[in-house]
C-alpha cells in the first residue's frame, strides 16, 4: 500500500471502544471518511494540475501515481 494511503487510512481511522482497563483505545478505519479523504486528496490533484489544460488521460495518470496504483 502506497505511503500516502496509509496516511489517509490513519486520519480515517475512529475510536470504537477501549480495552478493559480503559487505557488503550480500539480504533477502526472509518471508511466514509476514508473515502472521502481520497476524493479530495484527487480533486486537489486535478484543481492544481487544471491550468496546464492537459488531456483527461495526464490526470487519470497523476492520480494513479499519487496513490502508487499500476496503470
Same mark, same amino acid.
Given at each position: 500500500?502506497?505511503?500516502?494511503?496509509?496516511?489517509?487510512?490513519?486520519?480515517?481511522? $475512529?475510536?470504537? +471502544?477501549?480495552? =478493559?482497563? +480503559?487505557?488503550?483505545?480500539? $480504533?477502526?478505519?472509518?471508511?466514509? #471518511?476514508?473515502?472521502?479523504?481520497?476524493?479530495?486528496? &484527487?480533486? #486537489? /490533484?486535478?484543481? =492544481?494540475?487544471? =491550468?496546464? &489544460?492537459?488531456?483527461?488521460?495526464?490526470?487519470? =495518470? $497523476? /492520480? #494513479?501515481?499519487?496513490? +502508487?496504483?499500476? #496503470?
Amino acid at each position: 500500500m502506497n505511503e500516502r494511503i496509509r496516511e489517509l487510512a490513519l486520519q480515517a481511522q $475512529k475510536v470504537v +471502544g477501549y480495552t =478493559d482497563g +480503559g487505557y488503550t483505545e480500539i $480504533k477502526a478505519l472509518d471508511q466514509e #471518511k476514508f473515502a472521502e479523504l481520497i476524493v479530495r486528496e &484527487c480533486a #486537489k /490533484i486535478v484543481t =492544481d494540475a487544471v =491550468d496546464h &489544460c492537459e488531456p483527461a488521460s495526464t490526470y487519470a =495518470d $497523476k /492520480i #494513479k501515481q499519487h496513490f +502508487g496504483v499500476g #496503470k
